[in-house]
C-alpha cells in the first residue's frame, strides 16, 4: 500500500501507483503531480507525468475507495494509445480488410469496450475466411461472398485444422452479437485464442505451399 496527497492536503492510502505509461505504453516509474476527489467521495483521480524523455505526457489515474478497508484501489489508467497490433504478413496479404477489422477490435478491448471489440473479432474472422477461401476457389467467389460464413467453412474450407478452429471461433464470435450466450464459460479471451490459432494455420498454409513450390 502507498499514500497520496490529496489537493486539500489529506493523505489517502492507495492499492498501487501507476507502474507503466499508458501513452507510450512502457513500464515506468510516474512522476505524481496532484490529486483530488471526484464529485462522489469514492472515487479519487490523480495526475502523473511521464517520466521518459521522449513521452513527457500526463495521464489521470482513477481510484474507487473500498469501505471494508478505507484503501482507495486503482481503477484504470487514462488516455491509453493502445500498442500498435500486428498482423502476419501472410494472411495480411490474403484479407486486407480482415487486418484492418482486427486492429480495430484489440484497439477497442484496450479502451475497454470489450462489448465492441468482440463484434469486431467476429467481423473480421468473416473477411478473413471469405477472402482465404475466395483465393482457393476464385471461380466460386460470388458463391462464397452470398453464402453465411458457416456454410463457407463447412463447404469450401479443406484444411481441417482451419475448418474446426474456424468453426469454434466462428461459435464464439456470435454469441458476442447474440442477447443469450451458448457459450457461456467461454469469453473474449478464447475467441481471441481461437482466432489467433485459424490465423496460425493458414499461415502455415501458406509458408509451406509457397516453399515447397520453390524447392521442387
Partial sequence: MSKLQLDNGRAVEISVYPDHCPI???????????????????????LFVCPKNNCRRMFIASYKHSFQTSTYYLRSVLPCSPKAVSVVQEVADISPQYAEI???????????????????????????????????????????KKRPITQVIESFVTNENI????????????????????????????????????????????ITKKLLEEMQ
Avoid at 512502457?26 to 471526484?38: L, S
Avoid at 478452429?165 to 450466450?181: P, Q
Wanted: negative net charge.
Fill in 102 to 144: 482486427f486492429s480495430q477490435a484489440i484497439q477497442a478491448e484496450a479502451y475497454g469496450l470489450g462489448e465492441v471489440a468482440g463484434v469486431g473479432l467476429r467481423k473480421s474472422l468473416e473477411y478473413l475466411i471469405k477472402d482465404y477461401c475466395t483465393l482457393q476457389h476464385p471461380d466460386k467467389e460470388d458463391d462464397i
Fill in 163 to 206: 475448418k474446426q478452429c474456424a468453426k469454434r471461433a466462428i461459435w464464439l464470435g456470435n454469441d458476442e452479437t447474440h442477447y443469450v450466450r451458448k457459450w457461456v464459460e467461454k469469453d473474449i479471451n478464447d475467441l481471441k485464442l481461437l482466432l489467433q490459432i485459424t490465423v496460425n494455420w493458414i499461415q502455415q498454409e501458406v
Fill in 24 to 46: 507510450c505504453n512502457v513500464g515506468v516509474n510516474p512522476n505524481f503531480i496532484t490529486a483530488m476527489v471526484c464529485s462522489r467521495e469514492e472515487d479519487i483521480d490523480a
